[in-house]
């Protein structure tokens, strides 16, 4: 069974005190549920083990949140960005090496919202580079504007994001690992979800691309306005492996509505 991936980008929102108050609420519910299925003998391990569900959160939060990590495998912890450079003379940055010390496994880079503040494809090479060499999985972010979609260059723009990052790839096979989410920047925190139809034709013109590049199976997520009512309908295209969830994974209850609705698609409810 192929792996899917619900992924809650926090952003900067959550204090390490909402993080218990989360994760108590949260496991218990997700164990609840899942004790629930097991009980009735309507689930498969390996579909639950199918889905990875993982937490970006910032920074300050990560020791907190990584504590619920230990105690339940069923999450993961991501970093939203990360540094080029191991360790040095850089106020405020963090690198790759500090994420291995405390064994975060992921990291988001290259965010439509770090490239607002002026992140460069160049920047996410080297991030990406960096991440590689210390095996953390690079989730990169690319994604058309409103006003490129509006003059059709969407395909174009994807094409470029692509090509800047992955010719700039120096580990051919650690680039394996790499897993890219379309945002559409204008379906970001807008509420106007990418249709389905619409995601799944730009995630396999992704997929065509990177293959291209030399991904043999690609992975692919979609993100932008993700909720629990339409959540469904990507996971069910069956090209989209896992979504990017950004405003709706803030409220415990909303992003378990997710889980449950991907469990259901893969579950075959
Ligand atoms: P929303 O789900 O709030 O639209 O955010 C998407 C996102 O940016 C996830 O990285």
């Known amino acids: 069974m192929e792996e899917i991936y619900l992924i809650g980008n926090w952003k900067m929102n959550m204090l390490p005190a909402d993080v218990l108050a989360y994760f108590d609420k949260f496991l218990i519910n997700l164990r609840k549920y899942i004790n629930t299925k ?8 390996k579909t639950l083990d199918a889905v990875k569900t993982i937490f970006a959160v910032p920074y300050i ?17 991501a970093a939203q960005n990360v540094f080029h450079i191991d360790e040095g003379s850089y106020t405020g940055e963090v690198s790759p090496l500090m994420l291995k010390s405390i064994d975060i496994k992921y990291s988001i880079i290259g965010h439509s919202e770090r490239r607002k503040m002026g992140e460069t494809s160049k920047d996410i090479f ?30 174009e723009v994807l094409k470029k994001q692509i090509k800047e990052i992955m010719e700039n790839i ?20 807008t509420g106007k ?55 709706a994974s803030l409220k415990h209850t909303e992003f378990l509505k997710i889980y449950v609705e991907i469990i259901k698609v893969l579950n075959k409810e």
């Open 170 to 189: 120096n580990d051919k096979n650690s680039m394996q690992k790499i897993i890219f989410a379309y945002e559409p920047l204008w379906a970001i925190g």
């Open 38 to 45: 097991k009980e009735k003998r309507d689930i498969k391990i």
């Open 126 to 155: 080297q991030k990406a580079n960096a991440l590689l060499k210390h095996n953390i999985v690079p989730i990169i972010c690319i994604g058309e504007s409103k006003d490129e979609e509006e003059k059709k260059k969407t395909k």
């Open 61 to 77: 939060d990560m020791f907190y949140a990584n504590l619920y990590a230990n105690e339940e495998k069923r999450i993961e912890i």
């Open 193 to 247: 979800h990418c249709s389905k139809d619409k995601a799944n034709e730009n995630i396999l013109y992704i997929k065509e691309v990177l293959k291209e590049e030399g991904i043999e199976n690609p992975k692919v997520l979609y993100g932008g306005s993700v909720n629990a009512e339409n959540a469904r309908e990507y996971i069910e295209t069956k090209n989209i492996d896992g979504l990017l969830v950004g405003g």
